[in-house]
């Protein structure tokens, strides 16, 4: 089953998109996510320009050599434009094999451990009252779990919280820069309150997450999951930047609330002491941004003997394409512990047709062959790539910061 043709096509239904279009004898065609929101041309230009060629020929069977070839093949290993073009080729692989023997993916790895896939969407708005009313809202369309965010007092666009009616999307069109501002004493003193407040409206039952976007200290982000433990969080989330894995050793010391990392990790090596050490509850990365699926799989079965919970990412710039991957994945593995999704934008859906279906506020990826996601090419040719940046975040006194 050789690869006959490869191609690259960058969409912006919505927002930006890059999927790979991996075609093999016979006509059978599989689709990858190589979306780095704000980044999406180095990795078009990576898989064209240095895989593509590489890939023409190949039996597309061979996932794992393949994998292997792609990443050990170079000398200039990880990072994330690397290993994103390497996961879209390796969840575009695995949608060809699945549909060659007319199975949905997860019975390749073993078949579902579970009947469906619990996911948490996002509430946000600029106050208290607001989000506890999105929310509610959420909770009587099915939705279990949600993450709130609202403005804080004293600040200016707020992370996480949408500056129109419409869901939550931080890349801004065009090359000016969004710059919000930030200060960790109000968003600190904030927080606390925050729950305080929607659980006394919410009550005790409903899963609640945060996230603090890496904007913390350690002995801060200790402060805050300390503040926060009377409110029964899932979880707090990227408090603190990855880059220092002990860093959270701090955090652990101080505080009982359930901690969550690793979005922007691409490889095992970014988490490793992390899980080792227990200092994480749940581990964010995702196939697309990590290599695809067969790496995902070994870096699920690593943390499940240390007792730490996958939960990949999934705004709205993982494309419909790496959703799909990720619900195969979380349906199958044993130590799953919740689904991001944030739902995408109308005119994305023109052009990504699914076949995943939400009840009972989880996610199910089908029983269709391969990942049960077709793409449009007519459709996403009206929509052409436009140059998008995400926002950057400075202190009170102009410092640059953590976005």
Known sequence: MKII???????????????????????????????????????????????????????????????????????????????????????????????????????????????????????????????????????????KAVRIQTSVPGLNNTYGVSASKGAYEPASRGTSLVEETWDSRPYLNWAPKLFEGVRAELGPDPILLHDGHHRLTPIEAGRLGKALEPYDLFWLEDAVTGELQSGFDVVRQHTTTPLALGEVFNTIWDCQHLVTRQSIDYLRMTPSHSGGLTPLRKIAAFCEPYQVKMAPHGPSDISPVALAAALHFDLAIHNLGIQEWMGHHDDTMKVFRTNYRFADGMLHPSDAPGLGVTFDEAEAAKYPYQQAYLPIARKLDGTLTDW
């Open 5 to 143: 043709g490869a191609e690259v096509i960058v969409c912006s239904p919505g927002r930006n998109f890059v999927t790979l279009k991996i075609e093999c004898e016979g006509g059978i065609v599989g689709w990858g996510d190589a979306t780095l929101n704000g980044r999406e041309l180095s990795v078009a230009s990576y898989l064209r320009d240095h895989v593509i060629p590489l890939l023409i020929g190949r039996d597309a069977r061979k996932i794992e050599d393949t994998w292997q070839l792609l990443y050990r093949g170079v000398y200039w290993r990880r990072g994330p434009v690397t290993m994103a073009a390497i996961g879209a080729v390796d969840i575009a692989l695995w949608d060809i094999k699945a549909k060659a023997l007319g199975v949905p993916l997860y019975q390749l790895f073993g078949g579902a451990s579970r009947d469906g896939v619990l996911v948490y969407t996002h509430a946000t708005s600029t106050s208290v009252e607001g989000v506890v009313k999105v929310a509610r809202d959420l909770m009587a369309k099915g939705w």
